[in-house]
């Protein structure tokens, strides 16, 4: 969602044996749960991958009688100034029977609530402590906990320095870059704008929208394409592929459709592949 990386302290409520299950909704392009907050709700939280630690709007804080705790810098996924936003306390956040405990969430109010559906947005590694945690695009279920999917011969790819991010390689034809897989992306895939005439477009850029950051718009352009993208052990097919100003490719929730997504936090490593459900 290029939403900023924050650093947070979390400790996993003694994990229980075997894996946690929830569903997601997908209606607005992003994986939408549903989680308790200090043993209230349930309110609807992307689970994004392009995200760290638990950021919600400000009408949650007030309707859940938090307070404002203080004030930190997060920064900007595209390497602009530092932003200066409110923190808060929670005490707990449930998923699926899985909880963490301790979590310092920033205050933004990003974006339309009603068109994105929720009203906060949690990273994965939120749930670090439970060793893993996957997304099955097949069925719209995150497990957290649980023993390994994948086994050794997969293609798993090591954590980069972006870690809790994940960020690993994608190629597109001759050109490989590093990718983030950004569940809170509803579209398939951005590339950088300074690699992006590198790949076999089919027709010339076109300028189709912005997007947004923590501290900046950016413009979007946008090209046809019919080259697949190979990340991991996994092929997925391209019609269109945008770019702007950002050093990394990024890959979305629209990319993910079918696909099996584990991320093991013990080994600091991810795999994709195509889902079985």
Known sequence: MLLPIVATMLTAVSPAEGVHRAAFDLSSGRPVVEIMINGQGPY???????????????????????EITGRRSVNSPAGGDP?????T?????????????????????????????????????????????AYDFSINEVEIGGTLHHGEDASWQDFSATT?????????????????????????????????QELPLTGPLRVVGQARTIDR?????????????????????????????????????????????????????AALSEAEG
């Not at 609807?44 to 859940?64: C, K, N, W």
């Open 44 to 66: 609807p939280f992307i689970f994004d991958t392009g995200a760290s630690g638990a950021m919600m709007r400000s009408s949650l804080v007030d309707e859940l009688g938090l």
């Open 83 to 87: 932003v200066e936003v409110d923190t």
């Open 89 to 133: 306390e929670l005490d707990h956040i449930a998923l699926g029977g899985a909880g963490t405990d301790g979590i310092q969430a920033i205050v933004i109010d990003f974006g339309d609530p009603e068109q994105m559906g929720s009203v906060g947005v949690i990273g994965p590694d939120i749930f670090s402590d439970y060793g893993r945690v």
């Open 164 to 196: 809790p991010l994940i960020e690993i390689p994608i190629r597109v034809g001759d050109t490989t870059v590093p990718v983030h897989i950004d569940t809170g992306n509803p579209s398939t895939l951005s590339f950088p704008e300074d690699r992006v």
């Open 217 to 269: 718009v950016m413009e979007v352009q946008s090209a046809p394409i019919d080259t697949p993208a190979i990340i991991g052990d996994v092929e997925i097919p391209l019609t269109r592929v945008v770019t702007f100003p950002l050093p990394f490719a990024n890959m979305g929730s629209a990319a993910l459709d079918g696909l099996y997504l584990e991320i093991d936090w013990t080994q600091h490593r």
